[in-house]
């Protein structure tokens, strides 16, 4: 039940888009700037060792790439990146599983991070100069709108970012579209096991926090 | 959702205790919110 329930999300828009998305991009920004204060998730280094990334990945990366990591799961655990696959990051923030996928694929592949968070993206901009990486970059953009061409990627990964949006079947058939036909989706995401009454899913604080 | 998008071979990988500790925690439990991974292809033609 609670994995048809996961898989068969609302479609109905519970609340207004672009009021959700100031305050998404409010609180990830302030994720980007002050990583080290407490919110109601985990971030960085000790929650990608409670998600089960592997250490070496993990440890090879500068606190930068780390510590504004704020991700739900491990989009690597269903499936390995192949080298040289063209991967595409929908709501990359400093870029966290943009690093990770960059070192899977390695220079035959490339990826491209998308994000609507101006301190996101500055933050990984500055860690792909900082690492020398020509097979990475971060484009800003919403997941509803992701701009990547038709069937440029073998794979589009993701990880806390769709239960954010409000129409996420718009979400899914932009990624749909810059997939390559047999390409793969693996993401990670947060369900619910109890039901949400109305009013709570109408709350737009309760999205964010 | 995600099929009638279009995509197919969708998998859902077990659960994680994302917010476990963390200042969610409390209201995360109250709905059993968990994380998780998914696995999914855009058919070939």
């Not at chain 1, 207004?16 to 302030?30: F, G, H, P, S």
């Not at chain 1, 690093?99 to 390695?106: K, L, Q, R, T």
């Not at chain 2, 099929?3 to 917010?19: C, L, S, W």
Request: hydrophobic share 45%; net charge negative.
């Amino acid at each position: 039940m609670l994995r048809q329930r996961a898989i068969a999300m609302t479609a109905e828009l519970l609340v207004d888009t672009e009021l959700l998305r100031n305050q998404v991009r409010e609180k990830y920004r302030e994720v980007a700037v002050e990583p080290h204060r407490a919110f109601h998730f985990h971030t960085g280094r000790p929650l990608a060792v409670r998600l089960g990334y592997e250490p070496d990945g993990v440890d090879a990366l500068p606190d930068r790439a780390v510590e504004s990591f704020a991700g739900v799961g491990n989009p690597f655990s269903l499936r390995a990146l192949q080298p040289g696959e063209r991967v595409v990051d929908v709501g990359s923030g400093a870029g966290f599983d943009s690093f990770i996928a960059a070192g899977h694929v390695g220079p035959t592949g490339e990826v491209i991070g998308i994000d609507m968070t101006p301190e996101m993206l500055a933050k990984s901009r500055g860690t792909t100069e900082m690492l020398g990486l020509d097979h990475v970059t971060f484009r800003e953009g919403f997941a509803e709108a992701i701009p990547v061409e038709d069937r440029w990627a073998d794979v589009v990964i993701s990880n806390g970012v769709i239960n954010l949006c409000a129409d996420k079947r718009a979400v899914f058939d932009e990624i749909l579209r810059v997939l390559k036909p047999g390409g793969w989706l693996q993401f990670a995401d947060i369900a619910n096991g109890r039901p949400v009454p109305p009013d709570a899913r109408a709350d737009i604080d309760l999205w964010t926090g | 959702m995600m099929q009638e998008a279009g995509f197919i071979d969708i998998t859902i990988g077990d659960p994680v205790d994302t917010f476990a500790e963390a200042g969610g925690a409390e209201k995360a439990a109250q709905f059993d919110v968990h994380g998780y991974s998914f696995l999914a292809r855009r058919p070939s033609p």
